[in-house]
């Protein structure tokens, strides 16, 4: 079983829908990654968070650390979101290295 | 610059060359990471700088993965005796400091023939 999984490992949608992306972790962690490539490996970092819920534009990342879940939202989706999305986490052990999930590969249609 | 930035942005080797791959941080990040991701998986962590320290390096496959970080900002990442199974992108990120936000380079893929 991986330290860190995710759900669905692939997402089509049509634009104008609200889309969630789910975490699973196993490991003990000090914050938790959302992670955006594109195609052609470029990684934007989306959240970084540890606790509660954080709001950025049309995307909402939210942590359960007692469930040990977290869920990125999408609203209003457009092609553009288009993209492969990856949580990460970040071990509390103080070795600061990032075990990540193996993606949700999200297309939205027009 | 303004990200991290990461040379060559393609690199095609003969099994058996040896690669070294470049990472520029963000001017002052402390912490450096390599990370190596094979197609249609997740980065797997190879190893963490915290300034020249080499503090972590415990995700390199094998004794032919290298890295340095000698004054604390470019760090390369050295492959000896290139192998078709070292095909990957490897990204690099830095940080400002421990516990903060993770930024990523574009990477490196590497295709070894």
């Known amino acids: 079983k991986n330290e860190v999984e995710q759900s669905p490992q692939n997402l089509t949608a049509q634009e104008g829908e609200f889309i969630t992306i789910n975490c699973s972790y196993s490991?003990?962690?000090?914050?938790l990654h959302w992670l955006q490539q594109h195609p052609g490996g470029g990684i934007v970092s989306l959240f970084m968070?540890?606790?509660g819920k954080k709001k950025h534009g049309r995307l909402i990342a939210t942590i359960n650390i007692q469930e040990k879940h977290s869920s990125l939202h999408i609203t209003a989706s457009h092609p553009r979101d288009s993209a492969v999305y990856i949580c990460?986490?970040?071990?509390?052990?103080?070795?600061?290295?990032?075990?990540f999930g193996t993606g949700t590969r999200l297309t939205i249609i027009p | 610059g303004a990200g991290v930035s990461q040379s060559p942005r393609y690199k095609v080797a003969k099994r058996g060359q040896d690669v070294a791959l470049r990472c520029d941080p963000i001017?002052?990040?402390?912490?450096l990471f390599w990370y190596q991701q094979a197609l249609g998986q997740g980065p797997e962590f190879l190893t963490y700088?915290?300034?020249?320290?080499?503090?972590?390096k415990s995700g390199l496959p094998s004794d032919r993965f290298f890295a340095e970080r000698p004054e604390g900002s470019v760090s390369t990442l050295k492959i000896q005796r290139t192998q078709q199974e070292d095909s990957a992108v490897y990204l690099c990120?830095?940080?400002?400091?421990?516990?903060?936000?993770?930024?990523f380079g574009q990477g490196t893929r590497l295709t070894v023939v």
């Open positions: 968070l540890s606790s």
């Open positions: 700088f915290q300034n020249e320290a080499q503090l972590d």
């Open positions: 001017s002052g990040h402390v912490s």
């Open positions: 990120a830095s940080s400002l400091a421990p516990r903060t936000e993770a930024f």
């Open positions: 490991v003990g962690i000090s914050a």
């Open positions: 990460a986490a970040k071990s509390n052990f103080g070795n600061e290295k990032l075990t």
